[in-house]
Nanobody
Framework: QVQLVESGGGLVQPEGSLRLSCVAS????????MGWYRQAPGKQRELVAT???????NYVDSVKGRFTIAIDKAKNTAYLQMNSLKPEDTAVYYC?????????????WGQGTQVTVSS
């Protein structure tokens, strides 16, 4: 069973920064892509950023220029560096991975980490 363990959430003031981490229990070589999603109260879960094993990235428009997604292959870890945070970034952030097992792709999710942006 693949596990994704997130960390790094917390309370931060507007214009502050946080870095989220997501450690996978399998080698990055088995992962086709990783990403971060978020869900605010009363809203649907939305994609924030994704990165493929080859390094191609994609961001939702609202975070472009502020957030950066990256992978450390040696540590089987994905990161989401969040700068210039805004109150509307407040949400539970979930790590997601597409894992290749026996030539099939499976979706896995982390447990979520709370990010609160408030003065």
């Amino acid at each position: 069973q693949v596990q994704l363990v997130e960390s790094g959430g917390g309370l931060v003031q507007p214009e502050g920064s946080l870095r989220l981490s997501c450690v996978a229990s399998v080698s990055i070589l088995s992962i086709a892509a990783m990403g971060w999603y978020r869900q605010a109260p009363g809203k649907q879960r939305e994609l924030v950023a994704t990165i493929t094993r080859a390094g191609s990235t994609n961001y939702v428009d609202s975070v472009k220029g502020r957030f950066t997604i990256a992978i450390d292959k040696a540590k089987n870890t994905a990161y989401l560096q969040m700068n210039s945070l805004k109150p509307e970034d407040t949400a539970v952030y979930y790590c997601h991975a597409q894992v290749l097992i026996d030539q099939r792709v499976y979706d896995y999710w982390g447990q979520g980490t709370q990010v609160t942006v408030s003065s």
